[in-house]
T-cell receptor, first 114, second 110 residues
Framework: GAGVSQTPSNKVTEKGKYVELRCDPI?????LYWYRQSLGQGPEFLIYFQGTGAADDSGLPNDRFFAVRPEGSVSTLKIQRTERGDSAVYLC????????????FGPGTRLTVL | SQQGEEDPQALSIQEGENATMNCSYKTSINNLQWYRQNSGRGLVHLILIRSNEREKHSGRLRVTLDTSKKSSSLLITASRAADTASYFCALMDSSYKLIFGSGTRLLVRP
């Protein structure tokens, strides 16, 4: 079956602009996660959805970052007033129940802020 | 910090040799998972070991967990050039999110 998909695969924007990154999880997976990975580092947790609600958003770095999952499937990560330090690969993952499961990762969106 | 710390940061071995990567952590965990990443993009789950387990095998992979020492190791036996990748340990506590280490970059020379 289809895995986790993310669009766009690459996004180049200018400092101060607004961007949206999209994640389509595996069908039927109730849990969805966003991570951010900088060059040479491991992924860093941002936010976790269980269904439509954010169960844990403790990893969002500041109020410029926001994510939604209105129907409990597709999720959008929104970044306002982008800064050069936001440049990274943004990874999305889903899991069947969000409990003690492995997570299935998408290919990521590489965001470059000029 | 809960973050797993991996050792070594980089490892270069000859094809056919075994590769061992270690992960240490500081807090209680629900489980520990190992992931592989090629070319800095999508991660692939390799194996999950629960806090009440000591060892698990999957093909050429062997993972151990010592909760008293708060450490885990990943052994890849009979390595192949295709095993070249970055390997990450990831801790899961009661919050169900993964906390990743900084990874070990493995190079398997043909």
């Amino acid at each position: 079956g289809a895995g986790v998909s993310q669009t766009p695969s690459n996004k180049v924007t200018e400092k101060g602009k607004y961007v949206e990154l999209r994640c389509d999880p595996i069908s039927g997976h109730t849990a969805l996660y966003w991570y951010r990975q900088s060059l040479g580092q491991g992924p860093e947790f941002l936010i976790y959805f269980q269904g439509t609600g954010a169960a844990d958003d403790s990893g969002l770095p500041n109020d410029r970052f926001f994510a939604v999952r209105p129907e409990g499937s597709v999720s959008t990560l929104k970044i306002q007033r982008t800064e050069r330090g936001d440049s990274a690969v943004y990874l999305c993952a889903s899991s069947p129940s969000g409990r003690v499961d492995e997570q299935f990762f998408g290919p990521g969106t590489r965001l470059t802020v000029l | 910090s809960q973050q797993g710390e991996e050792d070594p940061q980089a490892l270069s071995i000859q094809e056919g040799e075994n590769a061992t990567m270690n992960c240490s952590y500081k807090t209680s965990i629900n489980n520990l998972q190992w992931y592989r990443q090629n070319s800095g993009r999508g991660l692939v789950h390799l194996i999950l070991i629960r806090s009440n387990e000591r060892e698990k095998h999957s093909g050429r992979l062997r993972v151990t967990l010592d909760t008293s020492k708060k450490s885990s190791s990943l052994l890849i036996t009979a390595s192949r050039a295709a095993d070249t990748a970055s390997y990450f340990c990831a801790l899961m506590d009661s919050s169900y999110k993964l906390i990743f280490g900084s990874g070990t970059r493995l190079l398997v020379r043909p």
